[in-house]
């Protein structure tokens, strides 16, 4: 199952989610030294940083869902990478809430601003949880042999056909 939205041969989705994860995680940690400095421009940053983080999320979710459409209906990557999809909208639209409230002063955001993004935050590391599961166990956008069906990563059960990766059992060696 690889990747349909592809430059070079390489998937296009993982290369875009990197900015505005940076970009948005930076505006937290600005914000957290805000509190501590009371530096209108860190803040006034964070304001913008978050302005880029918000288009440059919209610019991967795009590319993020051609690759998801082409996910095969009724297996676990498809509600999996829909459940990944839905929590980065939902990242985005708390971002975008925080932006709009610190609109009037983007140099001295009040608290309720700031933990609007820290919740976003939060709900970034969840769809990354869940990204991890798409790419690292299921093998979404990675091989054309993936298990869109392995179990949980968490159930402890191996994801290909009943043998752990280090596993030598049942392998024919040549001499």
């Known amino acids: 199952m690889r990747a349909k939205a592809r430059l070079l041969g390489h998937p296009i ?6 900015f505005p994860l ?3 995680t930076v505006a937290a940690i600005f914000d957290i030294i805000y509190i501590s400095t009371h530096n209108g421009h860190l803040a006034d940053l964070s304001y913008w940083m978050i302005a880029l983080g918000v288009i440059g999320g919209l610019i991967a979710a795009m590319f993020g869902l051609i690759d998801w459409l082409g996910i095969p209906e009724g297996t676990r990557a498809k509600y999996i990478g829909l459940t990944h999809g839905l929590s980065n909208v939902v990242v985005v639209i708390l971002f975008i809430v925080s932006w709009f409230m610190r609109r009037p ?3 001295a955001p009040v608290i309720t601003e700031m933990i609007v993004g820290w919740i976003g935050i939060i709900s970034a590391l969840f769809a990354g949880l869940l990204d991890g599961e798409l790419v690292y166990r299921l093998n979404v956008g990675v091989d054309r042999g993936a298990n ?3 179990p949980n990563s968490l159930s402890g059960r191996p994801a290909m056909g009943g043998l752990d990766r280090g596993s030598t059992r049942g392998v024919i060696r040549a001499r």
């Open 13 to 18: 989705h993982p290369m875009l989610i990197v």
């Open 22 to 24: 940076g970009l948005l």
């Open 105 to 107: 002063n983007p140099a």
């Open 148 to 150: 869109l069906d392995a």
